[in-house]
């Protein structure tokens, strides 16, 4: 494959839901779905967001285990405009290990890459920056493997590009109803046939959770 592996997580509820309609997502799943989360991240290179979940979460984005002395996976935040708060975790935690940030503005913010994150550029695109040239920019970066943890819009883009190999989807028994965020944003699919279909792979219980496996049909 010319361009990395993308692994999507999703912790949902019952009904597919990522957040409130308030954009509250903390905490959908229980904590034994949490660490597990942070197992899968150790398995990547990096750990992937979009800016409107960089900045309601504001969450460290690394892996933390009690027993963990790996590596930490960078972390590559989606941000056409260059949104990203410099007081933000991302930005205040550069020193655990780098912090990309893909914008379409030209000329990168000097806070921001004085604080250590690095800026790269892709054009923007209808939704945000392009998300070809982003995978050219993770593999020139030698990110192998990315573990895409959201939003709602950024998990859309990815699977409209078609750019998603494996689906890590952690269902909380929880219903949220239809006003809450969906996991995957709007896809335009015009039909059943020219929907993206997966073959579950496993299926296990993590505390009250499900965690259920796909991959890409081969
Ligand atoms: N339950 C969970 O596991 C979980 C995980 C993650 C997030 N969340 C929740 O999801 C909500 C945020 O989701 P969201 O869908 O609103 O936003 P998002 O996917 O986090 O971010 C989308 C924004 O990223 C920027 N972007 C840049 N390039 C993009 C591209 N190629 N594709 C898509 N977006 C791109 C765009 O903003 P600009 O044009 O301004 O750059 C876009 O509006 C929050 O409430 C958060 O708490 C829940």
Redesign the pocket.
């Known amino acids: 494959m010319s361009r990395p592996w993308v692994t999507l997580?999703?912790?949902?509820s019952l009904d597919g839901r990522?957040?409130t309609a308030a954009?509250e997502?903390r905490w959908?799943t229980g904590q034994a779905s949490r660490e597990q989360v942070h197992r899968l991240r150790a398995e990547h290179d990096a750990v992937l967001?979009?800016?409107?979940?960089a900045i309601?979460?504001d969450a460290e984005l690394t892996v933390r285990l009690p027993d963990y002395t790996g590596k930490q996976p960078a972390r590559v935040v989606?941000?056409?405009?260059q949104?990203l708060p410099l007081e933000s975790r991302l930005a205040q935690t550069t020193g655990l290990g780098p912090v990309l940030l893909i914008t379409a503005v030209v000329t990168p913010s000097e806070a921001l890459t004085e604080a250590g994150v690095r800026v790269l550029h892709a054009p923007a695109?209808e939704?945000?920056?392009d998300?070809g040239v982003?995978m050219d920019i993770l593999q020139q970066e030698g990110i192998q493997r990315v573990f895409v943890?959201?939003?709602?819009?950024?998990?859309?883009?990815f699977v409209k590009a078609g750019c998603v190999d494996r689906v890590e989807w952690f269902r909380a028994p929880m219903i949220l109803g239809g006003e809450g965020?969906a996991a995957i944003?709007e896809l335009h699919v015009e039909g059943l046939p020219q929907a993206f279909r997966l073959r579950r792979v496993a299926v296990e219980t993590v505390g009250d959770d499900l965690w259920e496996r796909y991959e890409r049909p081969l």
């Open positions: 997580k999703l912790a949902t990522i957040a954009g997502s959908i967001v979009g800016i409107n979940t309601r979460d989606l941000d056409t405009h949104r695109r939704v945000g920056v998300v982003l943890e959201g939003g709602g819009r950024v998990a859309a883009s965020k944003g």
